[in-house]
Protein backbone atom coordinates (compact mmCIF):
# COMPACT_ATOMS: atom_id res chain seq x y z
CA UNK A 1 0.00 0.00 0.00
CA UNK A 2 1.33 3.65 -1.05
CA UNK A 3 0.70 5.53 2.17
CA UNK A 4 2.36 8.71 0.69
CA UNK A 5 2.51 10.20 -2.70
CA UNK A 6 4.87 12.61 -4.00
CA UNK A 7 3.81 14.00 -7.21
CA UNK A 8 6.01 15.99 -9.95
CA UNK A 9 6.47 18.63 -6.69
CA UNK A 10 8.45 21.99 -7.76
CA UNK A 11 8.86 24.41 -5.67
CA UNK A 12 9.87 28.12 -6.78
CA UNK A 13 11.63 30.71 -4.27
CA UNK A 14 11.39 35.09 -5.27
CA UNK A 15 14.98 36.39 -3.54
CA UNK A 16 14.72 39.03 -1.76
CA UNK A 17 14.07 41.83 -4.14
CA UNK A 18 11.81 39.89 -6.04
CA UNK A 19 14.41 39.65 -9.01
CA UNK A 20 15.51 36.02 -9.67
CA UNK A 21 13.45 33.37 -8.89
CA UNK A 22 15.47 30.46 -7.26
CA UNK A 23 13.96 26.61 -8.20
CA UNK A 24 14.54 24.51 -4.91
CA UNK A 25 12.89 21.29 -6.39
CA UNK A 26 11.80 20.67 -10.07
CA UNK A 27 9.88 17.63 -10.66
CA UNK A 28 10.05 15.36 -7.60
CA UNK A 29 7.92 11.80 -8.00
CA UNK A 30 7.77 9.14 -5.60
CA UNK A 31 6.05 7.07 -3.18
CA UNK A 32 6.71 5.47 -0.04
CA UNK A 33 4.98 2.20 0.86
CA UNK A 34 3.65 1.81 4.93
CA UNK A 35 5.76 0.05 7.09
CA UNK A 36 9.35 0.94 4.50
CA UNK A 37 11.91 3.26 6.22
CA UNK A 38 13.30 5.70 3.53
CA UNK A 39 16.20 7.54 3.91
CA UNK A 40 16.60 10.96 1.52
CA UNK A 41 20.42 12.06 0.98
CA UNK A 42 21.94 15.32 -0.70
CA UNK A 43 24.59 17.86 -0.39
CA UNK A 44 23.64 20.92 0.92
CA UNK A 45 21.75 23.27 -1.19
CA UNK A 46 20.60 20.33 -2.82
CA UNK A 47 16.68 20.62 -1.69
CA UNK A 48 16.24 17.77 1.16
CA UNK A 49 15.12 19.83 3.43
CA UNK A 50 12.99 21.85 1.13
CA UNK A 51 11.43 18.56 0.50
CA UNK A 52 10.87 17.51 4.09
CA UNK A 53 9.35 20.64 4.58
CA UNK A 54 6.25 20.29 2.28
CA UNK A 55 6.53 16.87 3.12
CA UNK A 56 6.14 18.52 6.93
CA UNK A 57 3.10 20.49 5.36
CA UNK A 58 5.49 23.47 7.10
CA UNK A 59 5.33 24.93 3.45
CA UNK A 60 3.33 24.79 -0.15
CA UNK A 61 4.83 23.46 -3.55
CA UNK A 62 4.84 25.82 -6.33
CA UNK A 63 3.29 22.57 -8.50
CA UNK A 64 2.72 19.10 -7.84
CA UNK A 65 0.88 17.25 -5.28
CA UNK A 66 1.56 15.25 -1.46
CA UNK A 67 -1.20 12.53 -0.99
CA UNK A 68 -0.85 10.74 2.85
CA UNK A 69 -2.84 8.03 3.41
CA UNK A 70 -5.39 9.45 0.04
CA UNK A 71 -5.23 12.41 1.38
CA UNK A 72 -4.41 15.74 -0.81
CA UNK A 73 -2.43 18.23 1.02
CA UNK A 74 -4.17 20.82 -1.52
CA UNK A 75 -7.28 20.36 0.33
CA UNK A 76 -6.83 20.76 3.83
CA UNK A 77 -7.54 24.07 4.71
CA UNK A 78 -5.05 26.02 6.11
CA UNK A 79 -6.70 26.28 9.41
CA UNK A 80 -6.90 22.74 9.81
CA UNK A 81 -3.20 21.66 9.26
CA UNK A 82 -1.99 21.80 12.66
CA UNK A 83 -4.87 19.89 13.42
CA UNK A 84 -3.28 17.75 10.34
CA UNK A 85 0.29 17.47 11.38
CA UNK A 86 -0.43 16.80 15.13
CA UNK A 87 -2.89 13.67 14.51
CA UNK A 88 -0.39 12.10 10.86
CA UNK A 89 2.69 13.20 11.07
CA UNK A 90 5.49 12.63 13.76
CA UNK A 91 8.81 14.73 14.04
CA UNK A 92 12.22 14.46 14.75
CA UNK A 93 14.45 17.12 14.82
CA UNK A 94 18.70 17.33 15.05
CA UNK A 95 18.39 19.16 17.94
CA UNK A 96 15.71 17.92 20.08
CA UNK A 97 13.35 20.22 20.09
CA UNK A 98 12.32 19.42 23.85
CA UNK A 99 11.27 21.68 26.56
CA UNK A 100 13.54 22.59 29.01
CA UNK A 101 11.19 23.41 32.05
CA UNK A 102 9.31 19.93 31.06
CA UNK A 103 10.44 16.31 32.85
CA UNK A 104 11.08 13.71 29.84
CA UNK A 105 7.31 12.62 30.95
CA UNK A 106 5.99 15.47 29.89
CA UNK A 107 7.84 16.56 26.61
CA UNK A 108 6.80 12.89 25.41
CA UNK A 109 2.86 13.78 26.72
CA UNK A 110 2.75 16.82 25.12
CA UNK A 111 1.28 15.70 21.73
CA UNK A 112 -1.18 13.99 23.85
CA UNK A 113 -2.10 16.73 26.12
CA UNK A 114 -3.12 19.13 22.90
CA UNK A 115 -4.73 16.45 21.48
CA UNK A 116 -7.50 16.29 24.86
CA UNK A 117 -6.17 12.70 25.67
CA UNK A 118 -7.67 11.01 29.01
CA UNK A 119 -5.07 11.01 31.18
CA UNK A 120 -5.73 7.12 31.65
CA UNK A 121 -4.77 6.93 28.35
CA UNK A 122 -1.68 9.02 28.46
CA UNK A 123 -0.55 6.71 31.37
CA UNK A 124 -0.90 3.89 29.20
CA UNK A 125 0.80 4.61 26.34
CA UNK A 126 3.87 6.52 27.65
CA UNK A 127 5.63 3.83 29.79
CA UNK A 128 5.88 0.51 27.34
CA UNK A 129 6.64 3.06 24.61
CA UNK A 130 9.34 4.59 27.23
CA UNK A 131 10.60 1.18 27.83
CA UNK A 132 10.80 0.49 24.39
CA UNK A 133 13.34 2.80 23.72
CA UNK A 134 15.16 2.53 27.45
CA UNK A 135 14.37 5.62 28.82
CA UNK A 136 11.72 4.17 31.43
CA UNK A 137 13.94 5.42 34.36
CA UNK A 138 14.76 8.85 33.05
CA UNK A 139 10.95 9.97 32.75
CA UNK A 140 10.96 12.44 35.88
CA UNK A 141 14.46 13.76 34.63
CA UNK A 142 14.84 16.96 32.86
CA UNK A 143 16.46 17.60 29.73
CA UNK A 144 19.35 19.45 30.92
CA UNK A 145 20.25 15.96 33.25
CA UNK A 146 20.01 13.36 30.52
CA UNK A 147 22.71 13.02 27.54
CA UNK A 148 22.10 13.97 24.16
CA UNK A 149 21.16 10.41 22.78
CA UNK A 150 18.63 9.79 26.23
CA UNK A 151 16.93 13.18 24.34
CA UNK A 152 17.22 12.39 21.01
CA UNK A 153 15.05 9.13 22.17
CA UNK A 154 12.74 11.07 24.30
CA UNK A 155 11.91 12.62 20.80
CA UNK A 156 11.57 10.01 19.20
CA UNK A 157 9.16 8.87 22.06
CA UNK A 158 7.17 11.86 21.61
CA UNK A 159 6.92 11.90 17.85
CA UNK A 160 5.80 7.94 18.34
CA UNK A 161 2.93 8.44 21.13
CA UNK A 162 0.38 9.80 18.70
CA UNK A 163 0.49 7.06 16.37
CA UNK A 164 1.14 8.68 13.57
CA UNK A 165 1.36 7.96 9.78
CA UNK A 166 4.73 8.76 9.22
CA UNK A 167 7.38 9.79 11.14
CA UNK A 168 9.72 12.40 9.74
CA UNK A 169 13.36 12.98 10.68
CA UNK A 170 15.43 16.05 10.17
CA UNK A 171 19.22 14.52 10.70
CA UNK A 172 17.86 12.59 13.74
CA UNK A 173 21.31 11.57 14.85
CA UNK A 174 23.53 15.24 13.79
CA UNK A 175 24.06 16.40 17.26
CA UNK A 176 25.39 12.86 18.63
CA UNK A 177 28.37 10.86 19.13
CA UNK A 178 29.26 7.48 17.50
CA UNK A 179 27.90 5.67 20.37
CA UNK A 180 24.61 7.47 20.69
CA UNK A 181 23.65 7.36 16.90
CA UNK A 182 24.18 3.75 16.58
CA UNK A 183 22.05 3.72 19.22
CA UNK A 184 18.78 5.45 17.64
CA UNK A 185 19.24 4.16 14.31
CA UNK A 186 18.48 0.70 16.20
CA UNK A 187 15.94 1.43 17.94
CA UNK A 188 14.60 3.30 14.86
CA UNK A 189 15.08 -0.02 12.95
CA UNK A 190 13.11 -1.52 15.88
CA UNK A 191 10.22 0.73 15.18
CA UNK A 192 10.40 0.05 11.49
CA UNK A 193 10.26 -3.59 12.08
CA UNK A 194 6.81 -3.28 14.26
CA UNK A 195 5.44 -1.47 11.02
CA UNK A 196 6.10 2.10 11.80
CA UNK A 197 6.81 4.02 8.51
CA UNK A 198 9.69 6.53 9.16
CA UNK A 199 11.16 8.93 6.10
CA UNK A 200 14.56 10.27 7.33
CA UNK A 201 16.77 13.40 6.31
CA UNK A 202 20.51 12.77 6.37
CA UNK A 203 23.55 13.49 5.52
CA UNK A 204 25.35 10.38 7.03
CA UNK A 205 25.77 7.13 4.67
CA UNK A 206 25.92 5.27 7.86
CA UNK A 207 22.45 6.61 9.08
CA UNK A 208 21.08 6.29 6.07
CA UNK A 209 22.31 2.21 5.83
CA UNK A 210 19.69 1.46 8.01
CA UNK A 211 17.28 2.40 5.95
CA UNK A 212 15.75 0.09 3.40
CA UNK A 213 16.11 2.60 0.14
CA UNK A 214 17.96 5.56 -0.25
CA UNK A 215 16.58 8.54 -2.06
CA UNK A 216 19.42 10.74 -3.80
CA UNK A 217 18.28 14.58 -4.64
CA UNK A 218 20.39 16.67 -6.77
CA UNK A 219 19.71 20.35 -7.75
CA UNK A 220 16.36 19.87 -6.80
CA UNK A 221 15.92 16.90 -8.59
CA UNK A 222 15.50 13.12 -8.29
CA UNK A 223 19.05 12.00 -9.08
CA UNK A 224 18.67 8.27 -7.83
CA UNK A 225 17.54 5.73 -5.86
CA UNK A 226 18.88 2.07 -4.37
CA UNK A 227 17.12 -0.64 -2.35
CA UNK A 228 18.79 -2.20 0.25
CA UNK A 229 17.14 -6.00 -0.32
CA UNK A 230 18.72 -8.70 0.83
CA UNK A 231 22.29 -6.93 1.53
CA UNK A 232 23.75 -6.80 4.89
CA UNK A 233 23.99 -3.10 6.31
CA UNK A 234 27.93 -2.66 5.78
CA UNK A 235 27.13 -4.07 1.99
CA UNK A 236 24.30 -1.70 1.86
CA UNK A 237 26.50 1.42 3.41
CA UNK A 238 29.30 0.09 -0.22
CA UNK A 239 26.41 1.23 -2.30
CA UNK A 240 25.54 4.15 -1.05
CA UNK A 241 28.99 5.81 -0.37
CA UNK A 242 29.75 4.66 -4.26
CA UNK A 243 26.31 6.88 -5.57
CA UNK A 244 27.65 9.54 -3.24
CA UNK A 245 30.82 9.82 -4.71
CA UNK A 246 29.23 10.06 -8.60
CA UNK A 247 26.56 12.40 -7.40
CA UNK A 248 29.74 14.87 -5.55
CA UNK A 249 31.79 14.55 -8.77
CA UNK A 250 28.59 15.36 -11.09
CA UNK A 251 29.02 11.74 -13.07
CA UNK A 252 26.09 10.05 -15.10
CA UNK A 253 23.25 8.67 -13.36
CA UNK A 254 23.87 5.07 -11.88
CA UNK A 255 20.92 2.80 -12.35
Same mark, same amino acid.
Given at each position: MELLEVRHLKKVYNTRLGGRQCVALQDVSFTVSQGEFVAI? !? $? &? !? =? !? %??????? @?ASLDKPTEGEILLAGRNFREIRDKELSIFRRNNLGFVFQDFNLLDTFTLRDNILLPLVLSNTPPEEMMLRVRPLAQSLGIEELLDKFPYEVSGGEKQRAAVARAVIINPKIILADEPTGALDSKASAGL @?? %?FSALNAQGRTILMVTHS?? $?? &??? =???IFIRDGRLYNQIYRGGLERREFFDRIVSTLTVLTEGGADIG
Open positions: M !G $A &S !G =S !G %KTTLLNL @L @LD %KAN $AA &SYA =SRV
